[in-house]
């Protein structure tokens, strides 16, 4: 089984049931330290998308020229964390930028980034609203100081957002139903010697039960100086190109269900496996609270009574790879 497509038919689930207009929240659309998402790349001109509600956003005919992984990650495990005390996770692609990140239940904040310097926002910047659904809008204004060198840049950020869409995605390996359409427009301006402007518009769609984005297509204007503009798009999917199709896998292969959830003293792990297994919980910071064996047969049961409330992700590996479900401790 490809592993890139996992999370894409947890998503999809239940086949064949009518379309629903997904809301994004802090519990389900936040990733969390240890995640890891596989991502296609293409640089290519513009790709338009419809909005609207129950429509469907075209993306079939992208075309992977590159592949990452998107690591998340507790900020602990960088020395730079120290400079933003306030970052509660990281992202990286494993290169040399950085960002550092918080959320609430009102929603995603950038706090910082290691870029070409390692700063701290003053003013940290709401890149997501939760929660968010179809028609839900939002502005935020953000501002950080840093130096380069011998230069000190001061940054202003005013970001304006809007779910103008919602219902089936085509990718290149099939079809998503009830996904999100949310577009961001970013206005950066950087003050030092010289005056460094930067308007990122970005589409994502999201489903509400994977805490990334299956999709954004991004348009990224550059200009130095107060001179010409200079465009580059870029469009990152996960999933992969093509390999497999929706129609060739069955359900119980790559997902399964955690309940009761939330829950207090026992969660249930429904799950077929192909082989004994390992399955791990694992906290927010990322750290692994408790791990055990399964048999090739019969419910699981983990028991999670000696852990704090919060949330918690059940991490199953056999032989068909890793599969991921989040559940809720409460007390």
């Known amino acids: ?14 086949f064949g049931a009518a379309m629903a ?31 609207g509600a129950n429509v ?14 998107k690591f998340f990650l507790a900020p602990s495990v960088s020395s730079t964390s120290a400079a933003i005390p306030a970052a509660e996770l990281l992202s990286t692609d494993g290169g040399s930028d950085t960002l550092f990140w918080s959320s609430d239940a009102n929603g995603l904040y950038l706090e910082g980034e290691r870029t070409a310097a390692t700063f701290a926002y003053s003013d940290k910047v709401k890149e997501m609203t939760y929660p968010c659904t179809y028609g839900t809008t939002w502005n935020d204004n953000g501002s950080a100081t840093y130096a380069i060198g011998a230069f000190n840049v001061v940054r202003s950020v005013v970001l304006t957002g809007i779910a103008d869409g919602h219902g089936t995605l085509q990718l290149p390996f099939g079809s998503i139903d009830n996904v999100l359409r949310v577009k961001t427009r970013k206005a950066t301006t950087d003050q ?15 489903v509400d039960t994977v805490p990334f984005p299956v999709l954004r297509l991004v348009s990224d204007s550059l200009r130095v100086g107060g001179g010409a503009w200079g465009v580059t798009y870029t469009n990152e999917w996960m999933y992969g190109p093509g390999i497999v199709g929706l129609n060739t896998l069955d359900a119980t292969e790559v997902t399964f269900t955690c309940y009761p959830n939330p829950a207090t003293d026992l969660v249930n792990l429904s799950v077929d496996l192909d082989g004994p297994a390992i399955c791990e919980v694992v906290d927010a910071g990322g750290r692994i609270v408790l791990s055990r064996t399964l048999a090739a047969q019969g419910l699981a049961t983990v028991p999670v009574a000696t852990l704090p409330a919060g949330l918690y992700t059940a991490r199953i590996t056999d032989a068909n790879g890793p599969r991921t479900a989040r559940f809720q401790v409460v007390r």
């Open 1 to 14: 089984m490809n592993p890139r497509i996992t999370l894409l038919l947890a998503a999809s689930l239940p």
């Open 21 to 51: 207009q997904p809301t994004l929240t802090e519990a389900n659309n936040v990733p969390a330290a240890g995640d890891i998402y596989s991502i296609s790349a293409s640089d290519a001109d513009s790709i338009g998308s419809a909005t």
């Open 192 to 206: 030092s010697f010289t005056t460094l402007e930067r308007i990122t518009n970005t589409i994502s769609f999201y």
């Open 56 to 69: 469907t956003f075209g993306s079939w005919m992208l075309e992977e020229q590159s592949n990452r992984n």
